[in-house]
C-alpha cells in the first residue's frame, strides 16, 4: 500500500507560478513511476507529466510542455511539479499517482492522493 499527499495548490494570478510536491509512504519510493494528473469540473482526468523512479526520464502533455516541470527527491520520498506561465485553462484538481506500468491513462495509476486544487484567475 502506498499512501499519497499532495500539497501547495491556492489561487495564483495567470502568468504566476506555483510548486506542487506529493509526499509519498513507503520505502522503495525510489521503484515507483510517477504522474501527476489534473481534473476540471465536468471534464476528465488528464494527464500531466510522468517522471521514472530514478528521475532521469521524463513526459509531459503537449498543454503544459515548456511551462511545467516534474522532478523527485527520493531521499524525502517527495515528486513535485513546478509549474510557472500558469494559465486559467490550468484551473483543476491536480492529483499525483503511483504506476507500475507507465503511460498517459490514468487507469494504469494505482495509487492516488487526495488531490489540490489550483485556481488560476484572469
Known amino acids: 500500500q502506498v499512501q499519497l499527499v499532495e500539497s501547495g495548490g491556492g489561487l495564483v494570478q495567470a502568468g504566476g507560478s506555483l510548486r506542487l510536491s506529493c509526499a509519498a509512504s513507503g520505502r522503495t519510493f525510489s521503484s515507483y513511476m510517477m504522474g501527476w494528473f489534473r481534473q476540471a469540473p465536468g471534464k476528465e482526468r488528464e494527464f500531466v507529466a510522468r517522471i521514472s523512479g530514478s528521475g532521469g526520464s521524463t513526459y509531459y502533455a503537449d498543454s503544459v510542455k515548456g511551462r511545467f516541470t516534474i522532478s523527485r527527491d527520493n531521499a524525502k520520498n517527495t515528486v513535485y511539479l513546478q509549474m510557472n506561465s500558469l494559465k486559467p485553462e490550468d484551473t483543476a484538481v491536480y492529483y499525483c499517482?503511483?504506476?507500475?506500468?507507465?503511460?498517459?491513462?490514468?487507469?494504469?495509476?494505482?495509487?492516488w492522493g487526495q488531490g489540490t486544487q489550483v485556481t488560476v484567475s484572469s
Open positions: 499517482a503511483v504506476t507500475r506500468f507507465g503511460g498517459t491513462i490514468w487507469r494504469n495509476y494505482e495509487y
